[in-house]
T-cell receptor, first 116, second 112 residues
Framework: GAVVSQHPSWVICKSGTSVKIECRSL??????MFWYRQFPKQSLMLMAT?????????EQGVEKDKFLINHASLTLSTLTVTSAHPEDSSFYIC????????????FGPGTRLTVL | KNQVEQSPQSLIILEGKNCTLQ??????????LRWYKQDTGRGPVSLTI?????NTKSNGRYTATLDADTKQSSLHITASQLSDSASYIC???????????FGTGTRLTIIP
């Protein structure tokens, strides 16, 4: 149990376009999901906390108008990178919390974004 | 400032050998410490999770230890296999807080 999926697994887009990444909890409901970004040879950096039915909470330095997060259901959160630029190229990973495991986060497989 | 430091940064060992990875943290108040394995291009997968009162926890060939007094943890891998090649990340959480503090990881390479 506690499987988290992401779609797509990789995406290449042109500079200036927008890209949507989906994060789904497949076998449990997730009131809270998290979005991370990971650059090569670096650790995960939390971008924002996504709560179902409310606005996301963004970490300092993360532009909320650029990284739009929607958590419309208990099993789906989406991250939209708007007007993507090459410096947005990174590995984006989501995680989800399950109510019965308040101390655990279950990570998705990640999405590799490359902006040309 | 809450920090998690790992050593070594990278490690190369022969298949079948054992190895130990280190993690030091300054996170307070401490809630729990987890070790994750992250294959290249994949999300982290949990190996072990330990709370303040736990000194050791095993998961197959992986054994994690925790010394809450010195704020140190180690991950010992026994009889390494080629599939153990990955990054191993130490993650510490603050009591009653959702955010995790990630270490920079140890890149482990197993060679035949």
């Amino acid at each position: 149990g506690a499987v988290v999926s992401q779609h797509p697994s990789w995406v290449i887009c042109k500079s200036g376009t927008s890209v949507k990444i989906e994060c789904r909890s497949l076998d449990f409901q997730a009131t809270t999901m998290f979005w991370y970004r990971q650059f090569p040879k670096q650790s995960l950096m939390l971008m924002a906390t996504s709560n179902e039915g409310s606005k996301a909470t963004y970490e300092q330095g993360v532009e909320k108008d650029k990284f739009l997060i929607n958590h419309a259901s208990l099993t789906l959160s989406t991250l939209t990178v708007t007007s993507a630029h090459p410096e947005d190229s990174s590995f984006y990973i989501c995680s989800a919390k399950r109510d019965r495991d308040p101390n655990e986060q279950f990570f998705g497989p990640g999405t590799r974004l490359t902006v040309l | 400032k809450n920090q998690v430091e790992q050593s070594p940064q990278s490690l190369i060992i022969l298949e079948g050998k054992n190895c130990t990875l280190q993690c030091n943290y300054t996170v307070s108040p401490f809630s729990n410490l987890r070790w994750y394995k992250q294959d290249t291009g994949r999300g982290p997968v949990s190996l072990t999770i330990m709370t303040f009162s736990e000194n050791t926890k095993s998961n197959g060939r992986y054994t994690a230890t925790l010394d809450a007094d010195t704020k140190q943890s180690s991950l010992h891998i026994t009889a390494s296999q080629l599939s153990d090649s990955a990054s191993y990340i130490c993650v510490v959480s603050v009591h009653w807080h959702e955010k995790l503090t990630f270490g920079t990881g140890t890149r482990l390479t197993i060679i035949p």
